[in-house]
């Protein structure tokens, strides 16, 4: 993972909650919380939060006397996701690393990340901080993207970006949203974390976009591939955008363009 993978700031989280959460999170973020809402916790955290998609899908599944910790190590992201939600006394947020939470043991019923645990430079580390903060018997739910050819917008996208940087191709989201899909590996590593209990079910959905413009938009300016492509040339944002947009034309047509999503849905206890 590159040192710019985890940057989300400036202008990424504006674009990446108005043009990525729909197009690819919150099908995900729905499925996340029906699963954790059908646990019935009290006390939830959530790590990696981003821009609150699952913070947000979470509230209806909320009880009324439910303490709800949203944490994410980019303080732009949270601030983002804090105002997006509102009010509601049962949520709060705070900046945490998922790879040393400044938490007690034993204290939540559920630990919920959303495509987060692939950005993690240790997640073993991480897994075991999960692990920590649960009270016995309770759940780690989580889920990572499956390989990027099986996730089509994100791979037309890489190869338009590679096409005006061949000697130096922006790889981001090949090399990290998309680079943790192993299913084994992903069960090796919560199982050396201290987790025995663990299921990983497939999840394929439909990406949908107003235009060929949207997906292009949401994944060059809306992802740390936007760091990727200015450091490569601070003036090539725009034409890399719209080389994308073409190339998702090409294939998906120029109006409405459908396309496939998978993940892998991780539920994991001691």
């Not at 985890?6 to 729909?22: N, R």
Request: glycine share 8%; with cysteine; proline share 6%.
């Amino acid at each position: 993972m590159g040192d710019g993978d985890k940057v989300f700031t400036g202008s990424i989280p504006e674009f990446y909650d108005t043009y990525l959460v729909p197009l690819i999170f919150e099908k995900y973020a729905a499925d996340l919380a029906r699963r954790a809402g059908a646990l019935t916790p009290r006390f939830v955290l959530e790590t990696a939060a981003g821009s609150g998609v699952v913070t947000r899908a979470m509230a209806p599944h909320l009880a009324a006397n439910a303490v709800y910790l949203a944490t994410d190590l980019n303080q732009p992201m949270l601030d983002h996701a804090a105002a997006k939600q509102g009010g509601d006394d049962r949520i709060s947020w705070r900046r945490a690393d998922a790879l040393a939470l400044p938490l007690d043991a034993d204290v939540f019923d559920a630990v919920i990340c959303q495509f987060g645990v692939m950005f993690f430079p240790d997640r073993i580390a991480g897994y075991r901080e999960a692990l920590r903060v649960l009270k016995p018997q309770g759940t780690f739910l989580f889920n990572v993207w499956d390989h990027i050819g099986a996730n089509e917008f994100a791979d037309e996208v890489t190869k338009a970006a590679a096409t005006l940087f061949p000697e130096d191709p922006p790889r981001f989201l090949a090399r990290t949203p998309h680079g943790y899909h192993d299913v084994d590996q992903i069960r090796r590593e919560l199982e050396e974390a201290g987790f025995s209990r663990i299921t990983i079910t497939t999840v394929e959905e439909e990406s949908v976009g107003t235009s060929p413009r949207h997906p292009a938009i949401a994944y060059c300016q809306g992802t740390p591939l936007k760091n990727e492509i200015e450091a490569r040339d601070a003036t090539s944002l725009a034409r890399v955008t719209d080389a994308a947009a073409e190339a998702i034309a090409a294939r998906f047509g120029p109006g409405e363009v459908r396309s496939k999503i998978r993940g892998h849905v991780i539920e994991a206890k001691a």
